[in-house]
C-alpha cells in the first residue's frame, strides 16, 4: 500500500493551476462557472504559449474584475461597449489575441448592438460570452436570457412573455451574420464538458492567429446566488431547464 | 499489470466548500470536511483516500483552482 507522501511527488503531478492565473482569491461566489472559464483561458494561452500577445477585454457584470485574475494585458471596458474597444484594439494591433470576456446581460442588452456590428464587421478577436440567464453583479435582476417562467428579482412570479418578452438566443442571432467564422455553445458543469469547452477556447484564439474573423463562444453557466441554489443543485437546474432552451454544440465553423 | 494510485492536494485555506468537486469524483474520494478554514467553508479532503485514481475530474470543475492532482503506477 503506497502513502499519500508517495504518491503526492512534484514527479507525479498530472493537474495543478495554471501560471496564468495569478494568487488573488478570486471575488466569486463558491461555485460560479466565472472560475471554470478563466481557469480555461489561462491555460489555452499558456498552452499556446501567447502570454505577452493577448489582450483581454473585462466587461461590467461580475466578471469586471478579470483583470486580477489572469496575468495578461486587459482593459476594462464600459457596460456592453468590450466588442467596440477590443475592434480598436485589434485594428492598432493585428499581431496580438485579443477577446473580450462577457455576460448576458453585459452583452445582450446593454451592449447589443456592439456585438452585433462586432460580429457583423468579422472583427478579428474572440469573444467569450457567459449565460447564466441573469444579472449576476447587480442582485439577481432579469436578463434577456432569462427563461419563461423563471423567477427573478424583477420577475418575482416568474418570465411572463406578455410583460417581459422571450428569452433570446444572440449566439444562434449571430451565427447569421458574415464575420462570425466559429459559432459554438459550451458549458462547463462536468469534467467532460470543461474538456471540451476548454477545446472551443483553444480553436477560437487558433482562429485569431488565422485571422478568420470573430470565434464566438457561448458558456451556458450558472449563478447560484442569484437563482438560490446551491452551487450542485444549480448544475442539475442548468441541465434540466437551460440546455433544452440553449442547446450544446457548434452551430458555425468555417 | 499497471495500475495507478492517485491522490490531491487542496489548498484549504482557498477553497470555498462548492461542493463541485465532491460529484465530479467519479470513486466518492472527496467529502466537504467538518471542520472549516479561515473564511468559514468546509472545505474540500479526501475522505476515502484510497479510492483516489488520479483522474483529475475534481481539478478540472474547480472554479477556484485549488486542487493539485497526482498520479503515479503502481504494480499489481
Ligand atoms: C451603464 C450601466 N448600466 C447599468 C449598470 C448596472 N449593472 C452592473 S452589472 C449589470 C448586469 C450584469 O449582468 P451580466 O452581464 O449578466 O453579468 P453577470 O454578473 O451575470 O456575470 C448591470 C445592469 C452599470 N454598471 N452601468
Ligand atoms: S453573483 Fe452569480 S455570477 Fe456573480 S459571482 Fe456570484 S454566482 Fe457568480
Ligand atoms: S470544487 Fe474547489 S472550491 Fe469547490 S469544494 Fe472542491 S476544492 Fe473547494
Ligand atoms: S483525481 Fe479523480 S479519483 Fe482522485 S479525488 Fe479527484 S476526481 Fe476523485
Ligand atoms: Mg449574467
Known sequence: MSNIQDITKPEHLVYRKTPLLTD?????????????????????????????KTIGVSPVGCSVLAYNYLDIDWAQAAHGRAPAVATGISR????????????????????????????????????????????????????????????????????????NGFPMKITELLAQLDGTCYVTRQSADTPGAVR????????????????????????VGTCNSGW????????????ENMFPKYPLGDIKDI | MAKFKGAIVVDNEKCKGCGLCVVACPTK??????????????????????????????GLVCPDSVISVYKMSVES
Open chain 1, 196 to 219: 471540451k469547452a476548454k477545446n472551443a477556447i483553444k480553436k477560437a484564439f487558433q482562429n485569431t492567429r488565422l485571422q478568420k474573423g470573430t470565434s464566438f463562444i457561448e458558456i
Open chain 1, 24 to 52: 488573488n482569491v478570486m471575488h466569486y461566489c463558491p461555485g460560479c462557472t466565472h472560475g471554470v472559464i478563466h481557469k480555461l483561458v489561462g491555460e489555452v494561452i499558456e498552452e499556446l504559449d501567447i502570454q505577452d
Open chain 1, 228 to 239: 438560490k441554489m446551491t452551487p450542485v443543485d444549480s448544475n442539475t437546474w442548468m441541465r
Open chain 2, 29 to 58: 474520494v472527496i467529502e466537504l470536511n467538518p471542520n472549516v478554514n479561515g473564511k468559514g467553508y468546509h472545505y474540500a479532503w479526501m475522505k476515502n483516500p484510497d479510492g483516489c485514481i488520479g483522474c483529475a475530474s475534481c
Open chain 1, 92 to 163: 492598432l494591433h493585428p499581431e496580438k489575441y485579443v477577446f473580450t470576456y462577457q455576460g448576458d446581460g453585459d452583452l445582450a442588452s446593454i451592449g447589443c448592438a456592439e456585438i452585433m456590428h462586432a460580429c457583423s464587421r468579422g472583427e478579428n478577436i474572440v469573444v467569450i460570452f457567459i449565460n447564466n440567464a441573469i444579472y449576476g453583479m447587480t442582485g439577481g435582476q432579469m436578463a434577456p436570457t432569462t427563461l419563461l417562467g423563471q423567477v427573478t428579482a424583477t420577475t418575482p412570479y416568474g418570465r411572463d412573455p406578455k410583460l
